[in-house]
């Protein structure tokens, strides 16, 4: 299986910039995706990395380091709506089924 | 991106009844759906992946007697929580792979809340 480790809960401002790491041990490598999910809804997807290197697009990037099992959800000029839970997936086990990890809590504050 | 549907987005039933939670891809063929369970303040749980025509694949611990998944079409899976009892009260998400998006991306459904009395 894979072991996908990321923050309970962060806090921030809004207007400032704020990253969220993840870290995730597996073989079979296929992917790693970044989820925003509001209370109540569905997941929404953000982004999506399976080579290292950073990943722009808009005010949110990821960054993915396969070697060192870790990326990295990057958001700027933070808005109040950007107050929900964060889930990183990965791929592994040479399957395209993702595994969640448990999700970062951001509360952003004005 | 894709429209993925689910209906009903909330039920409260009766303990021992069954609920059935219908899945939709609106506008491409799902090669694939998953089912989801979420506990709140937890994260997505994978309950079963289903191809079209063939029978789900269910996650260690999930009582495939009690979840049946029937994906029938390549468009819709339901799943039907039998003799429902107030511990399976979660969050039950689906999400559909195989659609427009370029990366195996998953589409989700809204959820539905299930709450048993």
């Known amino acids: 299986g894979q072991n996908i480790d990321q923050p309970t809960e962060m806090t921030a401002t809004e207007g400032a910039i704020v990253q969220i790491n993840c870290t995730y041990q597996t073989s079979g490598f296929n992917g790693l995706f970044w989820y925003q999910q509001h209370a109540g809804e569905a997941p929404t997807f953000l982004s999506y990395?399976?080579?290292?290197g950073l990943e722009e697009k808009g005010r949110f990037s990821s960054f993915l380091s396969r070697s060192k099992g870790y990326s990295y959800l990057l958001l700027k000029e933070l808005q109040m709506k950007d107050s929900a839970s964060y889930l990183c997936?990965?791929?592994?086990?040479?399957?395209?089924?993702?595994?969640f990890g448990r999700g970062t809590s951001l509360i952003v504050h004005p | 991106g894709a429209v993925v549907s689910q209906h009903p987005s909330w039920v409260i039933c009766k303990s021992g009844t069954s609920v059935k939670i219908e899945c939709r891809s609106l506008d491409f063929q799902a090669t694939t759906m998953f089912w989801y369970r979420q506990f709140p303040k937890q994260s997505l749980m994978l309950m079963a992946t289903s191809n079209e025509g063939s029978k789900a694949t269910y996650e260690q611990g999930v009582e495939k007697d009690k979840f049946l998944i029937n994906h029938a079409s390549l468009t819709l899976s339901t799943l039907t929580v039998t003799s429902a009892h107030p511990e399976d009260s979660s969050f039950y998400i689906c999400?559909?792979?195989?659609?427009?998006?370029?990366?195996?991306?998953?589409?989700f459904g809204p959820g539905t809340r299930l709450t048993v009395l």
């Open positions: 997936a990965v791929y592994g086990g040479g399957s395209y089924i993702p595994t």
């Open positions: 990395n399976v080579l290292d």
């Open positions: 999400s559909a792979a195989g659609g427009a998006g370029s990366y195996n991306e998953q589409f």
